[in-house]
């Protein structure tokens, strides 16, 4: 799957500062213990059905999902990004995991390019940087991968039922700066810079009529904090 990636801006604070966002998941600022101790525990009930393939798209560093896949190993791990920085970590993290593979690609292209068959697709927040059009060809392109009970699990940040996005940004931009009191005040700016301009996140209700209309027919809130969703959505 190896290609040249398209250009594309909102990656470009993770080309830049990966360190920016391991400090931000250091505080356990965006819930990533209490949301990746959900995704171990779905990997784990996944792992004591059987052997499964497992695709995560904007992979980042895998720094937090590698420590799931510790405690339920996939019999092979796909790991997409944009970002080549996050990858060249991603390949630390992912040591003594068996059969992993990383591609540098876009990951809408990434699965919708594949003929692989997964048992699992993950997403840990990247999909909120789509506009709802791609959103819509992500859930489609997921459903036509997983296998009959397969189950796409996204992590990302969620809008309230009847939030308009500039009143989202103005809760979650709030919370950054009043809550990231650790975060140098410049590495901040960057940080609300980049949710401010990148940041489109859909409700739960609209996610679910995504992934129905994709032929996904359960959706679940796994867990939540604040804005912060565990949502699975099973095939
Ligand atoms: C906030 S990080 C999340 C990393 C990791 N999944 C986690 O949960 O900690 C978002 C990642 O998504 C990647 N990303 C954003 N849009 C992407 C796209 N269209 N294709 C591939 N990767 C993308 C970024 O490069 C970045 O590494």
């Known amino acids: 799957m190896t290609q040249s990636p398209p250009q594309d ?15 931000i998941t250091e505080k356990n600022y965006m819930f990533h213990l209490e949301i990746y ?23 980042g560093n895998a720094r937090f999902l590698s420590s799931c896949l510790q405690a339920a190993l ?18 630390i993290h992912l040591k003594g995991i068996p059969n992993a593979a990383l591609h540098h690609k876009d990951m ?6 594949t003929d692989s068959a997964f048992d699992v697709i993950f997403t840990g927040f990247a999909v909120h ?28 940040v969620v809008r309230e039922e009847g939030q308009s996005r500039e009143q989202y940004l103005d809760d979650y931009l709030n919370f950054m700066r009043t809550h990231w009191t650790e975060v140098q005040p410049e590495h ?6 980049h949710v ?40």
Not at 41 to 49: C, S
Not at 74 to 91: F, H, I, K, N, Q
Not at 188 to 193: E, Q
Request: with cysteine.
């Open 188 to 193: 901040l700016d960057d940080a609300c810079a």
């Open 74 to 91: 996939p019999e092979t791990y796909d790991g997409v990004d944009l970002s080549a920085s996050a990858l060249d970590e991603a390949r």
């Open 9 to 23: 801006d909102n990656t470009a604070l993770f080309r830049k500062a990966w360190t920016l966002y391991d400090a």
């Open 37 to 59: 101790a959900h995704v171990t525990a779905l990997l784990k009930e996944r792992r004591a059905q059987g052997p499964y393939h497992l695709l995560d798209l904007g992979c």
């Open 108 to 113: 809408l292209q990434a699965v919708e390019d």
């Open 129 to 156: 940087h789509l506009d709802p059009a791609a959103k819509q060809r992500l859930f489609h392109a997921c459903a036509e991968r997983l296998v009959s009970g397969g189950q796409f699990i996204m992590v990302d």
């Open 196 to 235: 401010a301009a990148y940041d489109f996140p859909e409700t739960v209700a609209d996610l679910t009529l995504m992934a129905k209309q994709a032929g996904l027919s359960r959706t679940e809130v796994v867990g939540r904090y604040q804005q912060h969703y565990v949502l699975r959505f099973t095939a």
